[in-house]
């Protein structure tokens, strides 16, 4: 009996687990570049009490053994990186990754971090930060006589200057690749940091394989599907309300047998 209760205890754990990550998703729902997590479960280990092939007599073997199981966990919450809605704003700081790739940004620990949110603004100094005033990695920096912004698909970032009608050119976008995006370390603010499951930034100009082509004047948004979220939801719910009607089933078995026994 109190095997059933720890085992149903876990599944509760569990479902409460899952349903933190569906909050947070559509929490997130209208998060520029934000990419939706799903929890992946497992079980935990089972005892044996009969081997499988263990003998029943002489010449014959059990075709099945005899395992219960002790429960479940959560192992991992997975980042799905699939593209978001492209977003028109005709801000012409604002950009998005039209395929693979991100954004860097330096942040002030003096480390590299990656983003697929490309809602950036000007500094006091002129240079190109997104909205909590780190800084694009490499800098740009838009002169102050600058009438208008001009990014192409492969990241060249010119300007046009007053009195003049050639354009100038200030600097270029770079973004990178991994080999394995869900190994990214999630810092908050659409912010990740590389670690050795991702595997090391492959850092180059847009548009060249395997990265994806910049769009300017665009937001990639949320890649939350609601539906979707409502229905794990609903999912979620129904399988913590079974694991507590199996608590509620075992304290009575238990207290029939202490009343009755």
């Known amino acids: 009996m109190s095997d059933a209760l720890h085992i149903a205890k876990t599944g509760l754990n569990a479902q409460q687990t899952r349903m933190s990550v569906i909050s947070n998703n559509l929490a997130n729902v209208n998060t520029v570049g934000f990419k939706r997590d799903r929890a992946s479960f497992e079980s935990l280990l089972y005892q044996t009490a009969r081997e499988v092939g263990s003998q029943t007599s002489q010449n014959t073997q059990s075709p099945t053994g005899l395992a219960i199981g002790t429960g479940v966990r959560v192992a991992a919450s997975e980042k799905l990186y699939s593209q978001g809605n492209i977003i028109s704003t005709d801000n012409s700081l604002d950009m998005t990754v039209e395929g693979s790739g991100f954004f860097q940004i330096l942040i002030p620990t003096g480390q590299i971090a990656y983003t697929r949110s490309g809602n950036f603004t000007k500094d006091s100094q002129g240079r190109v930060v997104n909205s909590n005033g780190y800084p694009l990695e490499p800098a740009i920096t838009i002169p102050p006589e600058a009438t208008s912004i001009t990014v192409s698909s492969d990241g060249i970032v010119s300007v046009a200057l007053a009195g003049q009608t050639k354009l100038q050119q200030v600097g270029t976008v770079e973004i990178a690749t991994f080999p394995n995006n869900a190994g990214l ?77």
Do not use: C, F, H, W
Not at 195 to 221: D, H, K, M
Not at 245 to 257: E, H, P
């Open 185 to 261: 370390k999630q810092l908050g603010g659409t912010l990740a940091l590389e670690t050795q499951s991702s595997g090391a930034p492959n850092v180059g100009a847009p548009g060249s394989p395997p990265r994806g082509t910049i769009l300017q004047g665009a937001l990639e948004a949320s890649n939350v599907n609601v539906v979707e979220e409502l229905v794990s939801m609903i999912e979620t719910q129904r399988a913590y309300e079974m694991n507590s009607k199996a608590i509620s089933s075992v304290d009575g078995m238990l207290k029939y047998l202490t009343q009755n026994v």
